[in-house]
């Protein structure tokens, strides 16, 4: 029997480099990467069930409703979501699914599915993503205090994460998710059960 | 300001194979490795400071009453224990300390160091176990069942322990050890109050 794969949600403020560090990620490891579903029309050279699965109106709304989603948004009049079913049949075949998504939508994944492993990835420095505020173009004082009250804001939501990554490198970065999932299957919590069973052979054999 | 060392206890039950996963472990990084202290006679060739911490049975006593073990025990008439202050030392220093013990010092050790973090080593199959078992020698069949119970018995102890990591072989062993060591200094519990102190500069400057 496999063991059961993880859902590992990365995720964290814009301007981390989450997406890099994703891309750099599926490239060296066998992961399964989750693809989101959305009702918006798809563009030049988009492909169904790569890029997005493209769904109408009446369906989205109908796996709303059959609670297939693990979470789901409405953007400017467009659905985006992530569909549940695949995710988990990919888990029980023992695959490690990547979700790489928003502070939003990793908070509406942990309602529906506590089990995942939820990291949050950080810019190198709080100095780093300030600077990077700064650099981003010729804003007054007062849009600069408020997207840094942004970044504060979104920084805080740190501790519903299990683990933070400092993105400092995206090698560094990379080798740091690969230890948490490593480490992850070896929890106790999560093998135990199976070592108590395969346990009972010894004395009942 | 350095980030804390952890401290690190790898224990298991006998068979498991856990002194030699420790040494490769140590031959690979720059881990501070906890020498235990005793009131038994020096070996030929043992060194005080680097084997053992060699103590009249005074000495030991009344670092007993002042709290400074992590854990001791007394076996066949000599005290062994852990030192605290120097683990401590080393970890306020940033360094990683190991500390190699069995399942009964290692539950003591939880009781004063809750924050360690806890591996059990164990055997690549309850199977492999069983034969090391059988193997050790022409045992009646009264003491194979004994011995049988008393692993049995061992292995309920994992649920006290943070991570469970199959010495299957020990080069892999070492890497899970190394990945969760990474994982834990990744963890939001450990890392979050660094992470809000630093940001407060983004608002304050």
Same mark, same amino acid.
Request: net charge neutral; charged share 30%; proline share 2%.
């Given at each position: ?23 750099? %990620? ?26 997005? =699965? ?21 953007? =400017?009049?467009? =659905? ?18 990547? %979700?790489?998504?928003?502070?939003? !939508? ?50 805080? =939501? ?42 009972? !052979?010894?004395?009942?054999?």
């Amino acid at each position: 029997m496999k063991t059961k794969g993880l859902l590992i949600v990365i995720s964290g403020p814009s301007g981390a480099g989450k997406g890099t560090v994703c891309k750099a %990620l599926l490239e060296k490891n066998d992961f399964w990467i989750s693809v989101s579903a959305t009702t918006r029309e798809p563009r030049d050279g988009e492909i169904d069930g790569v890029n997005y =699965y493209f769904l109408t109106r009446d369906d989205f709304q109908s796996k709303i409703k059959s609670k297939d989603f693990l979470e789901y948004a409405e953007v =400017y009049g467009n =659905y985006y979501g992530t569909p549940k079913k695949s995710a988990l049949d990919a888990m029980n075949l023992g695959k490690d699914v990547i %979700l790489e998504i928003d502070i939003q !939508g990793a908070l509406k994944v942990k309602e529906n599915y506590h089990e995942g492993v939820f990291i949050f990835i950080l810019p190198p420095s709080m100095e780093e993503l300030k600077h990077r505020i700064i650099n981003r173009g010729s804003e007054t004082k007062e849009s600069l205090v408020t997207r840094f009250k942004s970044a504060y804001k979104e920084i805080n =939501y740190i501790s519903k994460y299990n683990y933070a990554v400092v993105n400092d490198t995206v090698e560094d970065a990379v080798k740091k998710i690969e230890s948490i999932i490593i480490a992850e299957k070896c929890r106790v919590d999560k093998v135990e059960s199976e070592i108590l069973k395969s346990k009972e !052979g010894i004395i009942h054999e």
